[in-house]
């Protein structure tokens, strides 16, 4: 079945503690990319990978890192989570590539993260 | 900064009717998209409208990309509670990979 995986599903956790969030997708999308939802502000994009070895910041990436050593796994990096980064975060994939119309964005099941 | 405002944010109806979303910018796309989500998922997308002046039907669904491809708009005819959700538009702007989201238009169709 193909699925964008994310881990963990629900975290609570303290200010300053180091947490990363797995996402693996087994479509062999080169397109990853990572969103945080927050109310009333919809989807706003943190990162996004065009290809193995390949990230550029979204819109809100201050407080994150990515790293794409992997073409199906694309982990996000809080190095010292904040009260501010407690949100909902997706995973998503695409098989769509640079400059053609938007392709299908697949999306985990979503990460709900509390930063206490 | 490109932004997509989507109206109303907030919408109750009765089985039965029919409603409008919108979704409105003042900048261009090349496509537009659009995501349904239900609680504990992710968003699912539901349609992509490329062409300005297209639409788009999808069972009791239609969807429509505006001629200066600025503006999109979703109608539901006979809603049911089944398509109760949370409905997003994303609009993909040109020389950009990036998918600009609205904020969203969450549905409440009561039985």
């Known amino acids: 079945e193909a699925q964008v995986t994310q881990n963990p599903r629900y975290l609570i956790t303290v200010t300053g503690k180091k947490l990363t969030v797995t996402c693996s997708q087994n479509m062999n999308h080169e397109y990853m990319s990572w969103y945080r939802q927050d109310p009333g502000l919809g989807l706003r994009q943190i990162y996004y990978s065009m290809n193995v070895e390949v990230t550029d910041k979204g819109d809100v990436p201050e407080g994150y890192k990515v790293s794409r050593k992997e073409k199906r796994n694309f982990p996000l990096i809080l190095e010292s989570p904040s009260p501010n980064q407690t949100s909902l975060y997706f995973c998503?994939?695409?098989?769509?590539?640079?400059?053609?119309?938007?392709?299908?964005?697949?999306f985990g099941e979503g990460s709900r993260l509390t930063v206490l | 900064t490109q932004l997509l405002e989507q109206s109303p944010q907030f919408l109750s109806i009765q089985e039965g009717e029919n409603l409008t979303v919108y979704c409105n910018s003042s900048s261009v796309f090349s496509s537009l998209q659009w995501y349904r989500q239900e609680p504990g998922e992710g968003p699912v997308l539901l349609v992509t409208v490329v062409t300005g002046g297209e639409v788009k039907k999808l069972k009791r669904l239609t969807f429509q990309f505006g001629d200066a491809r600025k503006d999109s708009s979703l109608h539901i005819t006979a809603a049911q509670p089944g398509d109760t959700g949370l409905y997003l538009c994303a609009g993909h702007p040109y020389s950009s990979y990036k998918l600009i989201f609205g904020s969203g238009t969450r549905l409440l169709v009561r039985p």
């Open positions: 998503a994939s695409s098989l769509s590539k640079w400059g053609s119309p938007a392709g299908e964005l697949f």
